[in-house]
């Protein structure tokens, strides 16, 4: 089992940033692809960046592209998400998720094609 522990959300102003990290821990190796989505109360998880270790591709949903870039602490075993230019709009609980390398395929955009999911850290943009 993988464990994945996100942290960095917070209270920002619009046009701030904020960088969230999530380390993935106890079984780690496991894993070849990560993302983060994120989710408001009433709606579905919105695809928000993801990261295929293999090959190094990323991809970004259309509402973050240009302000959000997703990376990887090989060392650390640490995907990040920095965020910038941050507007209300951002704000709702971001998740990061894990993919198994036992199981393929992998989308990057589709929640159901991920296997471990960390608790959620709260980010908030004020206007």
């Known amino acids: 089992q993988v464990h994945l522990v996100e942290s960095g959300g917070g209270l920002v102003q619009a046009g701030g940033s904020l960088r969230l990290s999530c380390a993935a821990t106890?079984?780690?190796?496991?894993?070849?692809?990560m993302g983060w989505f994120r989710q408001t109360p009433g709606k579905e998880r919105e695809f928000v960046a993801g990261?295929?270790?293999?090959?190094?591709?990323?991809y970004y949903g259309d509402s973050v592209k240009g302000r959000f870039t997703i990376s990887r602490d090989n060392a650390q075993n640490t995907v990040y998400l920095q965020m910038n230019s941050l507007k209300p709009e951002d704000t709702a609980v971001y998740y990061c998720?894990?993919?198994?390398?036992?199981?393929?395929?992998?989308?990057?955009?589709?929640?159901?094609?991920?296997?471990?999911w960390g608790q959620g850290t709260q980010v908030t943009v004020s206007s």
């Open positions: 990261n295929n270790w293999n090959t190094g591709d990323t």
């Open positions: 106890a079984g780690r190796f496991r894993l070849f692809a």
């Open positions: 998720a894990g993919r198994d390398f036992r199981r393929s395929p992998w989308s990057a955009p589709d929640p159901a094609k991920y296997d471990y």
